[in-house]
């Protein structure tokens, strides 16, 4: 699982990148691909719950291979995990680097999931 969980974030982010149209990976982060005004943000949002699953699976095989008392490694990496489930759910509202998005943010006009992605 933790071997497997970069590949398919790595998938995940370049099959989104492709099936959307104006996306650009050199002016954008990986958030414009799970936004509520992407064309597809399923293909990312799905890459980023299956990833943050396969990295909290490892932190069990991880807590299971460790010796007793070692606790707190795998317990951070079951914590980023979670977070990187919770970023496939909690989702941007619309490109943080596109000037529409930025005068919404701006304004005060975006649910407060979008600022899991951008703080």
Do not use: K
């Amino acid at each position: 699982c933790g071997a497997l969980a970069p590949v398919v974030f790595t998938v995940a982010w370049v099959v989104a990148g492709l099936v959307q149209e104006e996306y650009s990976a050199r002016r954008e982060d990986i958030g414009a691909l799970a936004a509520d005004s992407a064309e597809h943000p399923w293909v990312m949002m799905a890459g980023l719950v299956t990833t943050g699953l396969l990295v909290a699976a490892f932190a069990v095989g991880l807590h299971r291979g460790v010796r007793r008392g070692s606790t707190a490694g795998p317990a951070l990496i079951m914590l980023s995990g979670l977070g990187i489930v919770a970023l496939g759910i909690l989702r941007n509202d619309c490109s943080s680097l596109t000037e529409a998005c930025e005068a919404r943010v701006e304004a005060g006009e975006v649910p407060w999931q979008h600022t899991a992605w951008d703080p």
